[in-house]
Each structure stands twice: as C-alpha cells, then as structure tokens.
C-alpha cells in the first residue's frame, strides 16, 4: 500500500502523501486536540462518487458504453447496483469470471476514456456538499475523502468540490490493492487521520462504503444520492441514513458525526 494523497502537495506524484492544509509534519498525537487537551482526535471519512458529487449514472453511461464496446452489453439497472465496488469485483459481477478475466482491462479503460468526457459538464456538487466540510473542519474533526478512485479521475472530482483547504488528506486507487467493500481505503484514512476507528464516522452512498467502514470497525452514515435505498444502507450496517450531505449538515449537532466529540 502506497501512502495516501495529501491535499496541499499538488506537486508531488500521485502515491506521495499529500495534505489539505499546509501542514508538513507529522500528524499529531491521535489522543490530543489542536488545543493541547486531552479530548481524542476525530475524523470524518467521505466517499465521493454519489455522495458529494452526482457522478454515479455519469459512471452507469460509462460503463454501459464500455460494455457494448468489448461486445458484452450489460442493462444499466444491472450496473448501477454494482456501482462503487472494487472494479474487479463489479466485473467478474456483470461480465462473468472469464469474461472479466479476458476483457476486464480492456473494459476499465473504455470506461474512463466514456467518463472522463462527462467532466464540468454533466458533473455536479451536492448541495451544501462543500458547507459540510468546510464547518466540519472548522469544528476540528479531520476531513478525508475516502476513495478508490483513479488518480485520473479522482482530479476531476477534486477540481469540481474545491475544497482543498477544508481537508486533512485524500485517498485513491494508490492505497489499496481491493477497494471497497474490501475496507483497506477505510484503514488508509484512518492511518491518514491518525485516529482509531471509534472517533472516526464515515459517510457514503452505496452498501460497499458502509460494509467497508463496517470491516474497519467505523461506524457508518449512509445517504440516498448514490440511488440505494434506506433499507439496503441500513441492512448493510449503517448506523443512520439520511436524504443527502445537505440534511447531514442541518441536523448535524443531532448527528453520530456530533458524538464524536
């Protein structure tokens, strides 16, 4: 596993660490805040695709194409349940083992070559998405987008939230050899965050961040933007569900985020 991305190092290679704020020391002592007392160090984990940006049917469109460009056309209905898992995993699901074996690369990269071109263009923040984190880090609880997006990809969306200032560090595709339900992004952020599970909440739209989170031992916000309903998100773990981010950040102080601390 390769060190996760820090915000504020935009110069540095994808796989160097790289923080939203220009902080290039070490991170602090998990069990002290930013005041010197001994109130634990808390994080707040995002995924982004369908939880801060409407990006899931953008990805739904892509994957479609991708299909119908190897010859392997799958229903969208059919890809949309897949979206947000492990790309090997959402293959060997809709394409079947051989087929994914001999046509999965192939497929990803049809994929990004239809997605990319959605950009600024079909690509929208969530409202309140970026007020969210922005108060979240005023607050003092560490920001993490915890995603296995690819690096390409993963650039877009961060140029779409800019919100640079407002987190603590970025994950991608370069921190895990699995991606969700696979909880190694969840245990990159918290290794980012420097914090334990239990003063950490993850938020996300599909049931694979909420297994994830799950397997990491992080409890669990789930949000109906990604298209999963509240009864699959609940079944899969999640400790609350709530409409979207802009629900999240109206009753935030009644929130699993505010009992953190």
């Given amino acids: 596993m390769t060190d996760s991305t820090r915000a504020s190092d935009q110069a540095s290679s994808p796989s160097d660490s790289t923080r939203a704020s220009d902080q290039s020391s070490s991170p602090s002592d998990p069990t002290r805040d930013s005041t010197g007392t ?18 899931n049917y953008a990805h739904v469109d892509a994957w479609s194409k991708a299909f119908a460009d190897i010859g392997h056309p799958v229903d969208s209905w059919r890809i ?24 999965g690369d192939e497929a990803k990269e049809r994929h990004s070559a239809h997605y990319l071109p959605h950009g ?25 987008l915890a995603t296995s997006a690819p690096e390409e990809e993963l650039e877009v969306l961060r140029r779409l939230l800019d919100v640079e200032g407002a987190l603590w560090a970025v994950t991608s595709a370069e921190d895990a050899e699995t991606a969700k339900p696979d ?26 961040d909420v297994e994830a989170a799950g397997r990491a031992g992080v409890t669990c916000i789930g949000v109906l933007t990604g298209g999963m309903s509240r009864g699959e998100l609940e079944e899969a ?8 981010v802009a629900a999240l950040l109206a009753g935030l102080d009644d929130s ?6």
């Fill in 80 to 103: 949309h349940r897949s979206i947000g898992q492990d790309s090997s995993l959402l293959l060997s699901s809709l394409l079947g083992d051989d087929v994914a074996e001999a046509r």
């Fill in 120 to 144: 600024d263009a079909d690509l929208h923040v969530f409202d309140r998405a970026t007020e969210l984190l922005a108060e979240l880090g005023r607050r003092g609880h560490r920001v993490v």
């Fill in 38 to 55: 001994d109130a634990p160090t808390t994080a707040v984990f995002f995924d982004i695709d369908g939880t801060l940006v409407d990006s």
């Fill in 256 to 261: 699993l985020i505010a009992r953190l601390g």
């Fill in 237 to 244: 773990g999640a400790a609350q569900v709530v409409d979207d």
């Fill in 183 to 208: 909880p190694g992004i969840v245990q990159a952020a918290l290794d980012e965050a420097g914090v334990d599970p239990e003063h950490a909440v993850m938020v996300g739209d599909a049931v694979w």
